[in-house]
């Protein structure tokens, strides 16, 4: 048997979520091993000291461990739905950057000593800007779903999660169904699988579409 890439992963992270989704539709299959980000494996902090998930180690012994970069190795082999139409690096960057700096200081205010409605608020205008977006385009750069709806979804159901009366609440039509939609495709069901966390000497678990 080809040895696969193996995928280094904590299933609720939502970076860990948006690798998982484009390996997937890529049709890429890898060896997923689940971790707890409290006892990260020895295995892991070698190909990546960093200790962030997620982490891609190639059978050639490369390793990929930021989940964008991820995404486009998938995507650049195999782009079956064309995300690489939709990889606008500069939305991306700022869901990544401001939006989140403001939904970490917003759903764990204890954490970061902060105000959590003033970083609601600041969340909210970033939100605000998408709503428009999708009043032109049932997502974010066309009709069908890309690598920036993938990347910044995991992260607005965040936001959405910490108060989802408020944010079911606020005027934003648009976002509410897009964001709805996202949750509910099989995709994202098929990368929240639960799975025990790896050990060294496990079978591997191989994670691919069908
Ligand atoms: N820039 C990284 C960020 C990854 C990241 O921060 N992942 C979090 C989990 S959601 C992590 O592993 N944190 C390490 C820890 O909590 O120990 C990427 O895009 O892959």
């Known amino acids: 048997m080809t040895a696969l890439p193996i995928l280094y992963s904590f299933r609720r992270c939502p970076f860990a979520m948006r690798a998982r989704m484009a390996l997937l539709v890529s049709g890429r299959s890898v060896e997923l091993r ?3 980000l409290r006892a990260k494996p020895q295995a892991m902090l070698d190909a990546s000291p960093k200790g962030t998930v997620p982490v891609l180690v190639l059978p050639d012994t490369r390793v990929i461990d930021q989940s964008l970069d991820i995404m486009r190795w998938a995507l650049a082999r195999h782009d ?5 139409r939709g990889d606008d690096a500069e939305l991306i960057e700022r869901f990544d950057g401001p939006f989140k700096h403001h939904l970490d200081r917003y759903k764990y205010p204890g954490r970061h000593g902060s ?3 003033e970083h609601r608020t600041a969340g909210l205008e970033h939100l605000e800007s998408l709503e428009q977006r999708l009043a032109a385009s049932a997502f974010l750069c066309g009709s069908t779903r890309t690598l920036a709806d993938i ?3 995991p992260f607005i159901r965040q936001f959405a999660a910490t108060d989802q009366a408020w944010f079911d609440a606020q005027p934003l039509p ?3 169904g897009w ?3 996202l949750i509910g495709s099989d995709l994202f069901a098929s990368v929240m699988l639960r799975l025990p966390p790896w050990q060294p000497g496990d079978a591997p678990t191989v994670f691919a579409t069908g």
Do not use: T, Y
């Not at 079956?80 to 690489?84: D, M, S």
């Open 34 to 36: 689940e971790i707890l």
């Open 151 to 153: 990347a910044l979804f």
């Open 174 to 176: 648009q976002m509410h």
């Open 179 to 181: 964001l709805a939609g």
């Open 80 to 84: 079956p739905e064309g995300w690489l």
């Open 115 to 117: 105000d959590p409605i």
